[in-house]
C-alpha cells in the first residue's frame, strides 16, 4: 500500500463495536476496523477494541474514542472496565467495589453512578469483561 503505516511488528485486534459512555448499549460483535498493538501489549492477554459512544466518561474518555480493552471477568476498585448489563448491554466505567455494592462510576458529574447489589449482579446480571488499558484518540 503507498503510504503505509502498518508496521511488520505490530499485530492486528479488532474493534468488534460500541460501548456507552452513558447509559448502557449493546455491544456489537461486527468488526468495525482494527487497531495495532505491539508484540508486548499482545502478550497481554487476549484484547478486543470497542469505540466509545456517549459523554458520561468525559473528558478522559471522549465520545468516539476507542479504548483497548483486556479481556478479563473482574477487576480492581478503581479500574476503568467495561460492563455488561442485563446480559447483552455494555458500558464503560470506573468500577468501585465496597461491601455489599458494586458501583459503575462515570467521570462526567453531570450522570450518576450506576448501584447494584449482590443480587442484582447475580439477577440481571451485571458482569465485567474486560479491562481497559489503552485509550486512542484520533485527531
Do not use: W
Not at 23 to 41: G, S
Not at 45 to 50: K, R, S, V, W
Not at 119 to 138: C, S, T, Y
Amino acid at each position: 500500500m503507498h503510504g503505509s503505516t502498518e508496521r511488520p511488528d505490530a499485530y492486528k485486534i479488532p474493534v468488534v463495536g460500541t460501548v456507552a459512555a452513558g447509559l448502557p448499549c449493546f455491544a456489537e460483535d461486527d468488526i468495525l476496523d482494527y487497531e495495532e498493538v505491539t508484540p508486548e501489549m499482545a502478550a497481554r492477554g487476549e484484547l478486543f477494541g470497542l469505540r466509545v459512544k456517549g459523554a458520561s466518561m468525559e473528558p478522559q474518555i471522549m465520545d468516539g474514542d476507542v479504548v483497548i480493552v483486556r479481556r478479563q471477568d473482574d477487576a480492581e476498585t478503581g479500574d476503568t472496565v467495561v460492563a455488561k448489563v442485563n446480559g447483552d448491554e455494555a458500558t464503560v466505567k470506573r468500577l468501585k467495589k465496597s461491601p455489599g455494592l458494586l458501583t459503575l462510576v462515570p467521570a462526567n458529574a453531570t450522570y450518576d453512578p450506576l448501584f447494584f447489589t449482590p443480587e442484582q449482579v447475580l439477577a440481571l446480571p451485571v458482569q465485567i469483561i474486560g479491562k481497559v488499558i489503552e485509550l486512542r484518540r484520533k485527531f
